[in-house]
């Protein structure tokens, strides 16, 4: 009886923590089913890791971990063929292109990874860190060190480098 008590207090806490992450993955979302899904999808990976789901705090990071991971995925590169594209401008022409890829080679292995994992990958520098194993305080050194040294050789070209701090 005992037993049979308290598994229902805590198929009721689960119930209540389950609507509160729906609620909260209903937020980041504004959709009622990709939330139900999210919130189910931060629920399976405690559950999985921890062999159980008892704390609210771990499960709204799971959900937000889960849908940032989700938007990251969303994203959609289209490439269409060269046969399409138009002329290269003057400043799209191949030694540009080589400059890049030799600038790029001059960086060092830290600046480098930590500029394309920002640039092209789209990670804040936390996110960074915690991939590369390093504070955020050094990979924000070793973006600023790359985007200096782009500057430097492509001037005004690379306007979009300039000052971006994530």
Known sequence: MKNDKQSQQSAAADRELLRAATGFARSLT????????????????????YGRVDNKNLLFVAIRNSHYDQLRRARVVSFSPL????EPSRSETPGNALDLELTLSSLSQAEREALQLNVMEGFTA???????????????SHMSRARSKLRKV????????KGQVA
Do not use: C, H, S
């Not at 046969?83 to 138009?86: F, G, I, L, Q, T």
């Open 83 to 86: 046969e399409n594209a138009p």
């Open 30 to 49: 504004r959709n009622p089913d990709d939330a139900e899904d999210l919130a189910q999808l931060g629920w399976m990976k405690l559950l999985k890791k």
């Open 154 to 161: 492509f001037g005004q070209e690379l306007g979009y480098l």
């Open 126 to 140: 936390v996110e960074i860190g915690k991939k590369l194993g390093m504070p955020r305080g050094t990979v924000l």
